[in-house]
């Protein structure tokens, strides 16, 4: 059964960098794309970006001059860094991949909660 | 990009009974749509797509209808479990999209 696993700093000061890494446990990591996406408190969810196996990318033009997704292959791992981040980018932040055959998502990481405060 | 609304934002209704969620695109995602259910402090689960075919081990009590901008979510029948705050996702066009969720809680 696959698992995604997601970790990254939780606490963080306005103007740092949000980095997180999602590993991809019990299953294929080629041939499919893996995303990251957020809830701010009160909001509903927000697409940043996803990544395939060979390393294309896709980010939300909101997010795409502060956003970089990479991907290890050789660990199975995707991450995601948002630079100059500010109180805005307080979220809970979860990597997913889309299915085969759909881009929509039945696969998610547990979430990791980021709070951006001075 | 793609405006979700979600509609309502609220929704009481009694255990039992039917729930009807609506989620309308601001243009035309054809059948690229996608309901999540999220419970506090889960991850999203996957309940529909393609419009209308439930995902992997979903009850049939869960039905999604539409096409092009106008969505509907149906619970038959209100379990208890089914308490929680419903999300639509558009994957027709990126930035990928969702909307701001309806709240369903008991009556």
């Known amino acids: 059964q696959v698992q995604l696993q997601q970790w990254g700093a939780g606490l963080l000061k306005p103007s740092e960098t949000l980095s997180l890494t999602c590993a991809v446990y019990?299953?294929?990591?080629?041939?499919?794309?893996w995303s990251w996406i957020r809830r701010p408190p009160g909001k509903g969810l927000e697409w940043i970006g996803e990544i395939n196996h060979s390393g294309s990318t896709t980010y939300n033009p909101s997010l795409k001059s502060r956003v970089t997704i990479s991907i290890d292959t050789s660990k199975n791992q995707f991450s995601l860094k948002l630079t100059s981040v500010t109180a805005a980018d307080t979220a809970v932040y979860y990597c997913?991949?889309?299915?085969?055959?759909?881009?929509?998502?039945?696969?998610w990481g547990q979430g990791t909660l980021v709070t951006v405060s001075s | 990009e793609i405006v979700m609304t979600q509609s309502p934002a609220t929704l009481s209704v009694s255990p039992g009974e039917r729930a009807t969620l609506s989620c309308r695109a601001s243009q035309s995602v054809s059948s690229n749509l996608a309901w999540y259910q999220q419970k506090p402090g889960q991850a999203p689960r996957l309940l529909i797509y393609?419009?209308?075919t439930r995902a992997t081990g979903i009850p049939a009590r869960f039905s999604g209808s539409g096409s092009g901008t106008e969505f509907t979510l149906t619970i038959s029948s209100l379990q208890s479990e089914d308490f929680a705050v419903y999300y639509c996702?558009?994957?027709?066009?990126?930035?990928?999209?969702f909307g701001q969720g309806t709240k369903l809680e008991t009556k």
């Open positions: 019990g299953g294929s990591f080629s041939g499919y794309y």
């Open positions: 997913a991949r889309r299915g085969s055959g759909t881009s929509a998502y039945p696969l």
């Open positions: 996702q558009q994957y027709n066009n990126w930035p990928y999209t």
């Open positions: 393609g419009a209308s």
